[in-house]
């Protein structure tokens, strides 16, 4: 009879590190090798300037010191981090515009960041000639998974939700991957998305992209605080049932 109740216990010890299923540890497990055309979700991937927004412009020039005070945060952001650098820039105001030196406010709602810097190119080129102009949005992405939340940067315009999460750096093996929470505003409406990571769908989904000042909302698993393997809980319940399977075995000699 003992030796019956060391086999349980052993299994129970194996059993509760392996009580979720492996398909939903996995991200697009269902995925086969195969090479994909990117023209059908391109078009999600464009970001759009809107009012609250902080954008970074560049004027540059043969001569920089006649258009040097068109560039008042360049000197700023070159000696502050990064997190100092995303609050930095032309806070695109609620009417949608910009106060820009020289030329006053200047519309930039609801255009992309080439328009806009072809906009401002335009007219500037009435007091400049040989000017090029550089606009970057000064974009961010929240993650939240049930223990902690970490604002992403976003260094480029075509972040993708893998990479969000990469540099997020607090998930959990045992998060639920199949019940992320996407929520976007966007042409003053806030859109709630439920998306699943372990399916190859989510390569096709329009949220593939992320916008600026999306919000992710990662649901921890069940046993995610347990059976994560950072967890003390995990190791020590680990421990506990080795210990009190060979206890049982002992007795049983």
Same mark, same amino acid.
């Given at each position: 009879?003992?030796? %019956? &109740?060391?086999?349980?216990?052993?299994?129970?010890?194996?059993?509760? *590190?392996?009580?979720?299923?492996?398909?939903?540890? &996995?991200?697009?497990?269902?995925?086969?090798?195969?090479?994909?055309?990117?023209?059908?979700?391109?078009?999600?991937?464009?970001?759009?300037?809107?009012?609250?927004?902080?954008?970074?412009?560049?004027?540059?020039?043969?001569?920089?010191?006649?258009? *040097?005070?068109?560039?008042?945060?360049?000197?700023?952001?070159?000696?502050?981090?990064?997190?100092?650098?995303?609050?930095?820039?032309?806070?695109?105001?609620?009417?949608?515009?910009?106060?820009?030196?020289?030329?006053?406010?200047?519309?930039?709602?609801?255009?992309?960041?080439?328009?806009?810097?072809?906009?401002?190119?335009? !007219?500037?080129?009435?007091?400049?000639?040989?000017?090029?102009?550089?606009?970057?949005?000064?974009?961010? %992405?929240?993650?939240?998974?049930?223990?902690?939340?970490?604002?992403?940067?976003?260094?480029?315009?075509?972040?993708?939700?893998?990479?969000?999460?990469?540099?997020?750096?607090?998930?959990?093996?045992?998060?639920?991957?199949?019940?992320?929470?996407?929520?976007?505003?966007?042409?003053?409406?806030?859109?709630?998305?439920?998306?699943?990571?372990?399916?190859?769908?989510?390569?096709?989904?329009?949220?593939?992209?992320?916008?600026?000042?999306?919000?992710?909302?990662?649901?921890?698993?069940? &046993?995610?605080?347990?059976?994560?393997?950072?967890?003390?809980? !995990?190791?020590?319940?680990?421990?506990?049932?080795?210990?009190?399977?060979?206890?049982?075995?002992?007795? *049983?000699?």
């Amino acid at each position: 009879m003992n030796k %019956i &109740y060391a086999i349980i216990a052993v299994f129970l010890v194996f059993g509760f *590190s392996s009580c979720v299923q492996t398909n939903k540890l &996995y991200l697009f497990d269902d995925q086969k090798p195969s090479v994909q055309q990117l023209d059908s979700v391109k078009s999600f991937a464009i970001q759009r300037i809107y009012p609250a927004d902080r954008i970074t412009i560049t004027i540059s020039s043969t001569d920089p010191a006649l258009t *040097s005070y068109l560039n008042p945060f360049n000197l700023q952001m070159s000696q502050s981090n990064s997190s100092q650098q995303i609050n930095s820039g032309f806070l695109v105001g609620p009417e949608g515009a910009i106060e820009f030196p020289l030329l006053g406010k200047v519309p930039v709602a609801g255009l992309t960041t080439p328009e806009a810097a072809t906009l401002i190119k335009e !007219r500037l080129s009435y007091y400049y000639k040989d000017l090029f102009v550089n606009v970057n949005l000064n974009g961010r %992405i929240f993650f939240i998974n049930g223990r902690q939340g970490t604002p992403i940067q976003m260094f480029n315009e075509r972040l993708t939700i893998f990479e969000a999460l990469s540099q997020s750096g607090v998930q959990d093996a045992f998060d639920m991957k199949n019940q992320l929470w996407l929520v976007r505003e966007d042409s003053g409406q806030r859109y709630f998305v439920k998306l699943d990571l372990n399916s190859k769908k989510i390569f096709e989904s329009p949220y593939y992209f992320l916008h600026n000042n999306d919000v992710i909302y990662l649901k921890p698993g069940k &046993y995610a605080s347990v059976l994560s393997p950072s967890s003390p809980a !995990r190791g020590i319940i680990t421990l506990a049932g080795t210990l009190a399977a060979l206890i049982i075995a002992i007795k *049983s000699l």
